[in-house]
């Protein structure tokens, strides 16, 4: 896949829309999170229900195709961000993105206790199994990130070559450290078996350009860009983050 800069727009449940995402110059959008099944939206339901900002289709395939379809025309980079309970969830996706030319994003990283429950999100990573079966199978349908999330107390390396073996194209790190601030060194390791987007506190291009010297191939944001809306204008004015790159 050919990137035209190394910036990321990370998922954002109930805020990346297309509406909101096409108004960024990222060399690569993530739309949703999106739950993908039944029990997935009746989870989002919940957690709207206590606050939470998230997207709510009465129909949850439905609702993904409908912002793949506005999407279809801009030729950039996208990704659908998905929990599902589900493996038919997941595979619904892919399919859906390899239709409308995006990639799907296993999210193994949402800690909501809604989504847990259901054994989506964060719990993926401490069923690895399960995580493998799935990348397993999506990846026959189309392109598979997997965004997993540091700072647990898990074997990365371990977890990591299994994603990758299973046939993942790209690992999605949100290096949070339990307190603040990004783990490059979690970004360092990923980054020696495979193809790796780095995460957290990116806030501006010095943040981003250590991911990139630790070995991430992109950077992703996601509240700076709530922050300042002119955030990847600015990063781009930097020539290692606005080089492109073939990512294989
Ligand atoms: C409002 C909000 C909603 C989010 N929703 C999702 C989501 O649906 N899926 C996901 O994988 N990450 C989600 N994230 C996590 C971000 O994509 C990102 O990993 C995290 O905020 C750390 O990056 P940052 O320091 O650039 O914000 C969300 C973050 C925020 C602030």
């Keep these: 896949m050919r990137f035209p800069n190394r910036l990321v727009l990370s998922a954002m449940a109930g805020i990346n829309d297309w509406e909101f995402a096409r108004n960024f110059q990222a060399g690569f959008l993530i739309l949703g999170g999106f739950n993908a099944d039944r029990k997935a939206m009746e989870a989002g339901i919940r957690a709207l229900k206590r606050g939470r900002k998230e997207f709510i289709f009465e129909d949850p395939i439905s609702g993904i195709e409908d912002q793949l379809k506005k999407a279809v025309e801009d030729g950039r980079n996208k990704g659908i961000n998905i929990r599902s309970s589900s493996l038919k969830g997941y595979v619904d996706s892919a399919r859906l993105a390899s239709e409308y030319g995006a990639v799907v994003e296993i999210n193994a990283h949402c800690r909501q206790p809604e989504f847990l429950e259901i054994g989506c999100g964060q719990s993926l990573m401490f069923n690895p199994d399960r995580l493998v079966r799935i990348v397993d199978t999506v990846s026959k349908y189309s392109e598979v990130i997997v965004k997993i999330r540091g700072g647990l107390e898990l074997d990365y390396t371990s977890i990591s070559e299994r994603i ?15 307190g603040g601030g990004a783990d490059y ?47 990847f204008k600015k990063l781009l004015r930097d020539d290692v983050l606005a080089s492109s790159i073939e990512v294989i």
């Excluded at 990758?164 to 339990?178: K, L, R, Y």
């Excluded at 360092?188 to 078996?193: F, K, L, P, V």
């Design 164 to 178: 990758f073996e299973a046939g993942a194209f790209m690992i999605h790190i949100d290096a949070m450290v339990p």
């Design 185 to 231: 060194e979690i970004v360092r390791e990923i980054s020696r078996m495979g193809n790796v987007i780095g995460n957290n506190s990116i806030r501006d291009a010095e943040s981003a350009k250590r991911m990139i010297d630790s070995g991430a191939k992109l950077v992703s944001l996601a509240r700076m860009v709530l922050r300042d809306k002119d955030i």
